[in-house]
């Protein structure tokens, strides 16, 4: 008995240092490769105004990378049953390497198309560092699974952020080699994506979801199907109101996130010009101008990740869903204020930022509540369907907040998206009211 239950201690252990092992190098993975994703979403909107002089196309790139990253989450999901994750996740970023070569080449060759593939390409970049989140849960405890979770999600921040802020300095190495402003930023977003591959490959030894197979932890097996994924994923969503609920959240906030973010470079493009509309939109950018963008951007994508090992914890301390509730009025915060203050940068700002505090309380705590909804061998494909589905919402909200713009400004985009917010808010509400008549505590007023 005293040996068996030492041997357990042992392969505890052992676990946990692989679990160390696994989310330091999930981290440093993720912050190499935001560079590529921070530059991609600053830019590729101004490429999009400037290659084809209209307004009505600034969302067409973050729509490339959104439509990308939906196709993909469930391809790369089915890899990674089928081969591990860290061939998953190095494929989808060796593949968004190549969609900086083409946001690289797009300017030089003034081609709307070749934008649109490298972006596209970009996108499922996005999905496997979206994945990478998912893959710091395949051995974590119960009681961490936020805090791990959030750790991965945080390391994205130092990237991310450097993403836009190395639009000057970028712009000028671009220069000094001959090529357009706009696509000097590319050189450190390839540079990112390639030393992100190598140190997942070091460092993902031995591979999470296989160790976790191995050591008889409830992961997925070895013998789907991609084409079956798709069925079977949606089957488990059906039978779980857990899931239900987490996946919409994450969807509705990554969809109010991406339609307020896409438009916001166009909308500080027109208040530095001084001009409004179509108007704005046939003026080069400034170089100051970009470093503003930039500057702005960053500050909305540190919102998104700087908190996200606090995020974790609470999620792990509070509870999922009200880490969830919390999400929704930190979102309504955003998008009001952004509205409200739309002729101001600061006030613009300050909405961006809080934009990007509220969907990180959102994906975090709903990404931990979906990966303990599902249990046993469709959890990696509930997973890879979870980020399909915020993927189309996020090329919905690129796409569709273009045409918003145009038609009712950035404060009609602002307000149409607390309709949203107010939706899943009231869902919450009534799931952490259902928790805490479970556990007979006094349910929120």
Not at 173 to 201: D, M, R, T
Not at 297 to 323: C, E, F, K, N, T
Request: aromatic share 4%; glycine share 14%; charged share 10%.
């Amino acid at each position: 008995m005293t040996e068996r239950h030492d041997a357990a201690l042992d392969a505890a252990a052992l676990r946990a240092a692989h679990q160390r092992r696994v989310v330091a190098s999930l981290s440093l993975g993720q912050l190499l490769s935001g560079v590529g994703n921070g530059a991609g979403l600053a830019i590729g909107s101004l490429m999009a105004v400037d290659l084809t002089g209209s307004n009505a196309f600034a969302g067409a790139a973050t729509t490339a990378i959104s439509v990308a990253g939906a196709l993909s989450a469930l391809p790369l999901a089915g890899l990674a049953v089928r081969r591990g994750r860290r061939f998953a996740l190095s494929t989808g970023l060796l593949i968004a390497a190549l969609g900086a070569v083409g946001m690289m080449l797009a300017p030089v060759t003034g081609s709307f198309a070749v934008l649109l593939l490298g972006a596209a390409f970009l996108g499922v970049g996005t999905a496997a560092n979206l994945q990478a989140r998912f893959a710091a849960t395949d051995l974590a405890a119960d009681a961490t699974r936020g805090r791990d979770l959030g750790l991965v999600v945080w390391a994205i921040t130092i990237g991310a952020v450097a993403g836009p802020n190395l639009i000057g300095p970028g712009s000028e190495i671009g220069a000094a080699l001959g090529l357009p402003p706009l696509s000097g930023p590319f050189l450190f977003s390839l540079a990112g994506l390639l030393l992100a591959v190598v140190v997942l490959n070091v460092g993902l030894r031995p591979d999470p979801l296989h160790y976790a197979r191995q050591t008889g932890t409830g992961a997925p097996g070895r013998t789907h199907r991609p084409r079956a994924g798709l069925r079977e994923g949606l089957a488990a969503v059906r039978a779980s109101p857990g899931a239900r609920l987490g996946i919409s959240t994450l969807v509705a906030a990554h969809l109010v996130m991406v339609a307020v973010m896409s438009m916001t470079p166009v909308h500080l493009k027109e208040l530095a010009s001084g001009g409004a509309g179509h108007a704005a939109a046939h003026h080069e950018t400034s170089p100051d101008t970009l470093v503003l963008i930039g500057f702005t951007i960053s500050l909305h994508i540190a919102g998104m990740y700087a908190l996200s090992p606090l995020v974790g914890w609470l999620a792990d301390r509070l509870g999922r869903p009200q880490v969830m509730l919390a999400a929704q009025a930190v979102l309504a915060a955003a998008v009001l204020t952004a509205a409200l203050g739309q002729y101001a940068q600061a006030a613009v700002t300050v909405g961006l930022v809080l934009l990007g505090v509220g969907w990180s309380l959102a994906v975090i705590s709903a990404s931990a509540f979906v990966a303990e909804s599902v249990a046993g061998e469709r959890r990696v494909l509930v997973q890879g369907l979870s980020d399909t589905l915020m993927g189309a919402a996020g090329a919905l909200g690129a796409a569709g907040s273009g045409v918003v713009l145009a038609l009712v400004g950035f404060g009609g985009l602002n307000l149409a998206a607390l309709l949203v917010i107010g939706f899943i808010a009231a869902w919450c509400l009534r799931e952490v009211r259902r928790v805490r008549a479970r556990r007979g505590e006094p349910a929120p007023a």
